[in-house]
């Protein structure tokens, strides 16, 4: 399903960015701050409950926006929903990977089982890779007028380790790799690879664990002393999409309140 505003398929001069995970949370935000700095979007998401909202925020800062509802754990669809993409707004000059899922359940690491394991590295890790993979091929064959890059939102948990829940852990590890992946391969195109790790945000996901984090970050588990607000992870995703920084190619910016700093 996709609905967008009705000039959405006059080809643009703004560039177009491709958000995953855009309906709510650190995702609306991100699109809201592309937006802001003068980006089209394409938003996409497993379900449009809220969508209207945030194509609502998208569209009051002058740009076009269009949704499309899509599974991230269905890989085999993403080369047809980047061909929808494209043919609907033209280039893709920016993919922003921010869609992933949480443990269903935190518990013993002994005590894992099979299916949350594949539920979170389905969507995580194998939905990211082959979505990045189809936006790149798109990428390498047609030169663009603008910047182009890719930005990844993982997570700290990508470097610290939590047994709670450690099919999360590895699966936003793996999106470490794959950003060095693809840095390496789309260097010579000028394409920028970016990861961002948020720390703790306040966000619908993080919502049931509110009461705890609460505690914790008054005991000084994040040296700011604050919740990190999906708004920082937006500004910091937008910086590094804007073209500014490609040389920079590669590199991981931890948007945490230096929570991830080692300390004695």
């Known amino acids: 399903m996709a609905t967008s505003s009705p000039v959405l398929t006059r080809r643009r001069e703004r560039p177009l960015s491709l958000v995953t995970g855009a309906r709510r949370g650190i995702g609306a935000s991100i699109a809201a701050e592309l937006a802001r700095r003068g980006f ?17 925020a998208v569209e009051s800062h002058g740009v076009r926006a269009r949704f499309y509802r899509h599974d ?23 993919l922003v990977n921010n869609a992933g899922v949480s443990a269903e359940m935190r518990g013993d ?20 890779f082959f979505l990045t993979q189809a936006v790149a091929r798109h990428m390498a064959a047609h030169a663009s007028e603008h910047a182009r890059s890719i930005v990844t939102v993982s997570s700290v948990s990508a470097d610290l380790a939590s047994t709670e829940r450690g099919e999360y852990c590895m699966s936003k590890a793996g999106l470490g790799m794959l950003t060095k992946l693809f840095a390496l391969r789309l260097a010579p195109l000028a394409i920028g690879v970016f ?5 703790i945000i306040r966000t619908p ?23 990190g607000m999906p708004q920082d992870v937006a500004s910091a995703v937008a910086a590094l999409a804007s073209g500014q920084m490609t ?11 230096a929570l991830s700093i080692p300390r004695l």
């Open 40 to 56: 089209d979007l394409a938003l996409i998401d497993i379900d449009d409950e809220g969508a209207h909202d945030t194509m609502a």
């Open 72 to 94: 991230l754990a269905d890989s085999g669809g993403h080369r047809a929903l980047v061909d929808r993409v494209v043919s609907d707004c033209g280039p893709i000059a920016c």
């Open 109 to 128: 690491l002994l005590e894992l089982g099979e299916a949350s394991y594949d539920r979170v590295v389905d969507i995580n890790m194998r939905g990211t």
């Open 195 to 199: 990861e961002v790790r948020p720390g």
């Open 205 to 227: 996901m993080t919502e049931a664990v509110a009461a705890r984090y609460d505690e914790r970050i008054a005991g000084g588990i994040v040296p700011m002393q604050r919740w």
């Open 247 to 257: 040389f920079a190619t590669g590199s991981v910016l931890n948007i945490d309140g």
